[in-house]
């Protein structure tokens, strides 16, 4: 049995860390979560990660976090990052190296990097005036959205749509996505053939 860590982010509100234990539960992911770490306590990702009776480990941000976030996640065979909003540490990238994924609510490589978080993907996705949006899994390396997609989900960009609109469509397919992308990284790490 695989084991999990998901980093939530500061506002942590949590549907896919929701969408990723219930996957587990559920044996549609073949590991458990171990421990979800957050850079704040009480936000509604941490409330719901403790009604599951998952262990929650606070690691506020700054400049010591890299080796107390590495010694949180011991133990953990992949890294979910999920609304966690910085760049990690280069002690953790290097822990757990093509072992960490994000999800990204948009088509990357457009939409994504510095500063492309929220609202603000979905506001620069409309403005495009695109056809399509959707979500990417994605490898994390030392770049803003910039490693390996894994995985994509489209939907459309219907007439009407606000920011608002287009982010509760997207974030449904968020939460299959994640954990078909976590299955599947699962299985190549079992097989010995998971790429850079
Ligand atoms: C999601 O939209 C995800 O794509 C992005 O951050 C948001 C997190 O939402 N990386 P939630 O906390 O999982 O509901």
Known sequence: ?????ILVGPKGRGSNMAAIACACAEGRIPARVGVIVSPVDGTPAVEAAREMGITV?????????????????????????AGYLRLLPNEVLRAFQNRILNIHP?????????????MRVHEAVLAAGVSES???VHLVNERYDGGRILLQRRVPVLPGD????????VLKEEHRAYPEAIAQVLHELEAGTQRA
């Open 106 to 118: 948009a088509l990357l490589p457009r939409f994504g990097g510095k500063g492309m978080y929220g």
């Open 134 to 136: 959707g979500c990417t």
């Open 162 to 169: 606000t920011p608002e609109t287009l982010a509760a469509r």
């Open 57 to 81: 480990q606070v690691v506020p941000t700054g400049n010591d976090s890299g080796p107390r976030l590495v010694s949180a996640l011991q133990g953990c065979d992949l890294v979910c990052l």
């Open 1 to 5: 049995m695989h084991t999990l860590g």
